[in-house]
């Protein structure tokens, strides 16, 4: 679900993309690099062992907290408090500063079709993952989407709380 999470990304007004090592490893797949990424997003990073951009959110510049797409190593990191990467720090921040945090996990039906790089394929997550999602789902100031059309209905009403709008203008 990475590209049809850039999509909605590229639709939102004043977004900033926190990279981690693994996400930026794994964009150039999908046709992604981080100079095609700056065209259209100020991209922060994870090249500091303590996630030195996490200040941001000490200095109420972000409103919201989106990872989109949310591997199950994410969820499961978020879910249990830890925060080792750049996202996972993020989440863990915002939580302790109520900032609200979004997280589309990918992982949640007991069979997903998913595009690897070269292809689509089905993957059977186990019940740790889904387990994960659930407990992720109970801790405050987050809220899970298990589906596009979720996100999109949880960044809908968060732009709403907000004042805010979709961007109409076409990227």
Request: with cysteine; hydrophobic share 40%.
């Amino acid at each position: 679900m990475l590209e049809e999470s850039i999509e909605m990304a590229l639709a939102l007004p004043g977004v900033d993309l926190f990279l981690s090592a693994a996400g930026e490893e794994v964009l150039p797949l999908y046709g992604w690099t981080v100079p095609k990424l700056r065209e259209h997003f100020r991209v922060v990073r994870d090249n500091s062992a303590s996630s030195v951009p996490v200040g941001m959110l000490y200095e109420g510049i972000y409103h919201t907290v989106v990872i989109a797409p949310a591997t199950s190593n994410t969820v499961a990191k978020c879910a249990f408090g830890i925060s080792d990467t750049l996202p996972t720090n993020l989440y863990a921040q915002a939580g302790k500063q109520c900032v609200p945090g979004i997280v589309f996990a990918c992982d949640t039906e007991p069979s997903v079709i998913t595009q690897s790089p070269h292809e689509w394929v089905e993957v059977r997550p186990r019940a740790i993952e889904l387990e994960n999602v659930e407990r992720l789902a109970r801790i405050e100031y987050t809220r899970v989407a298990r589906s596009l059309d979720e996100l999109r209905a949880a960044l809908s009403e968060r732009l709403s709380d907000l004042g805010l709008a979709w961007n109409t203008s076409s990227s």
